[in-house]
């Protein structure tokens, strides 16, 4: 059966923790006719929150695909998380949804993660629509978080509803319905019939003039974007409600404009005329431009390839997300062009393999119905490919095309970690590799210093929860350990030494006796060993032998046993006899003189000195000076962005273990920070061996 691609729409609900994201969700889809009825959080019995960790905590850690009916319009939406450790989900979400419904919480307003999902949406160029929710708290400010909106996002809302009253029902002034701004009415909801009964009232008096001022705003702001709305408002001081629903979609689907709603999810109130918003002003995939990539072929690679939203398109989708368990992958694809089949092959245009598409899903949060094909506009799960990663392209094999990938941030924390018992060890690595490639902020890598498997991620809660899942979804048993810093020793100045080596063994005498100069090289990681010794002062292939036994020494590490770094150490004389100076003896010699170069020479210990950027509001910059310089960072550069301000230091990695959690709980979660290495350096307070 064909689908009629303008009546899809693709959409994220997005927002902070806890303003509300999954309890919408749970609305709608009571409201829909998808669940009998709605879920609670707090019992973990929503139907996107259906992992144990998620039911458990009440919050969202995965994005969650579901798919309902609205106005005989089909909405595809994905849940996703609030929480900052979990923020790769809502990038790789906004990246293939059309539009996206931003929640607010009325009391705390836009907070930490709401910038950044906006960002994020503003990065996609996603158009969306707000709705400030919670309006029946203790607290609750509509003014003040539109406000909000406006100048901590830099956006451009319009209120197409507005409240009455605000705060508990209980309350005189409470919350108990909304004024729909477009057809002049209030909107009263029956919390008995959980809402579904919406009574329709004239506003009330003592809100009349409150409202007209609003709508004022609300047709002043959209009159000037269409001319056909401007020769009307000019002629009358007004719009009808099908013009203001015209122009205001026109305005939201170029970025211009978001509507901003209001209301109680948990109370029921407010959620179905988002549901309107949804189909009346975010876009269908017609809507959107059409995706553009180019040719993989490296003699078309400056060649712009188009897909247009049409069955009659070359099929093409991007795999967003990877859902890996014990028995098998699936694969989530937003599909741009074409016609999906089930038992077909596709293109992996950045392997150049083909990937066999065995089965089709409609994906309802935890549960899957078979499909036999899928078409432009749909959000399916897939199961077949073995090579593909996150971000990767699905293409026709005749008509290749190579869509850009998905970024990642970096991860910012990092364990280590082992299993249990030695037979579990290929067990672990095979496990990382299946997490790795369903979650790509999360990696895992053996360290060549200490040998340890480090496992980093974006958030201690971020491998809280991956160490979880592993013991309970993959029954492996292991412990978890903070990484060791990597130390490194020099010596602070120029040393020359003396090593010997002259012992009597079976009745044959070896002896050889070596002079080097170790001396610091600064900032020259590599290590250098020079040869000075006077021609012919020894036979060739003892000198092969002595120079590769101080390589050898070199490498072997210091006093300590860290490895050693900015020294060269140059050959200046050796001592030879003929039949007594043996390859032993020369290794011999050549520790014996490092031994006395590194202890003569005071050995010191060196230490990873990090490059730290930390962005934070204003208001948070003396909590974070004084916590850096509590960690004895030096910093070396303040610059304002905005109404942010970054901060670039100097600090030692020892020192910035749960840096995480510490810079968050500063700013109350507003600030975010990037750390790479920069030097080594003295080690102010070097560990105890």
Known sequence: MATDIQKIRNIGIIAHIDAGKTTTTERILFYTGETPRPGDVDDGTTVTDFDPEEAKRGITIYSAAISCHWQGHTINIIDTPGHVDFTAEVERSLRVLDGGVVVFSAVEGVEAQSETVWRQADKYHVPRICFINKMDRIGAGFERVFAQISERLRANPVAVQIPI?????????????????????????????????????????????????????????????????????????????????RVLRKAVVTYQLQPVFCGSSLDYIGVQPVLDGVVRYLPSPLDVPPVEGRNPNPKKADKTEVRKP?????????????????????????????VLKGRSRMLNPRTGSKELISQIWRVQAD???????ATCGDIVGIVGPKDSVTGDTLCDQQNPILLESIHFPESVISMAIEPDSSA????????????????????????????????????????????????????????????????????????????????????????????IVVEPVP??????????????????????????????????????????????????????????????????ACSDAMRHALQDGGAILMEPIMKLEVVTPEEFVGNVTADLNSRRAIIVNTEPRGNLVALTAEVALSRMFGYSNDVRSLSQGRASFSMEPLRYDVAINPPEM
């Not at 070359?314 to 967003?320: E, I, K, T, Y």
């Not at 790509?440 to 340890?452: D, L, M, R, Y």
Request: aromatic content about 6%.
């Open 165 to 245: 009253g605000e705060g508990p029902a209980t309350n005189p002034t409470g919350f108990r319905g909304i004024i729909d701004l477009i057809d002049r009415k209030a909107l009263y909801f029956d919390s008995e019939a959980q809402g579904k009964t919406i009574d329709v009232q004239p506003i009330p008096e003592d809100e009349q003039d409150r409202a007209e001022e609003w709508r004022s705003r609300l047709v002043d702001a959209i009159a000037l974007m269409d001319d056909e709305a401007f020769a009307i408002y000019d002629k009358t001081g007004d719009l009808p409600a099908d013009q203001v629903i």
């Open 523 to 588: 900032n020259e990681v590599n290590l250098a060993v020079e040869n000075k010794l006077k021609p012919n002062a020894l036979p060739p292939e003892l000198l092969e032998i002595l120079l590769s036994a101080l390589r050898d020494e070199v490498k072997g590490g210091g006093i300590v046993g860290f490895p050693l770094i900015n020294l060269k150490v140059i050959l200046k004389d050796v001592e030879y006899r003929e039949r007594e100076t043996t390859e032993t003896a020369l290794r011999g």
């Open 367 to 373: 549960s899957r119905t078979a499909l036999e094909e």
């Open 310 to 338: 049409s069955e009659k398109e070359p099929v093409c989708g991007l795999v967003f997300k990877i859902h890996a368990d014990e028995h098998a992958e699936l694969y989530f694809v937003r599909i741009y062009s074409g």
């Open 424 to 515: 579990d060890r290929k067990k672990l690595e095979t496990i990382l590799k299946l997490m790795m490639k369903q979650d790509p902020t999360f990696t895992a890598k053996i360290s060549e210093e200490t040998g340890q498997t480090i496992i980093s991620g974006m958030g201690e809660l971020h491998l809280e929860i991956i160490s979880k899942r592993m013991e309970r979804d993959f029954h492996l048993k292991f412990r978890t350990h903070k990484p060791r810093v990597t130390y490194r020793e020099t010596i602070p100045n120029k040393h020359e030494s003396e090593g010997r080596f002259d012992r009597q063994t079976g009745g044959t005498r070896q002896f050889a006796a070596v002079r």
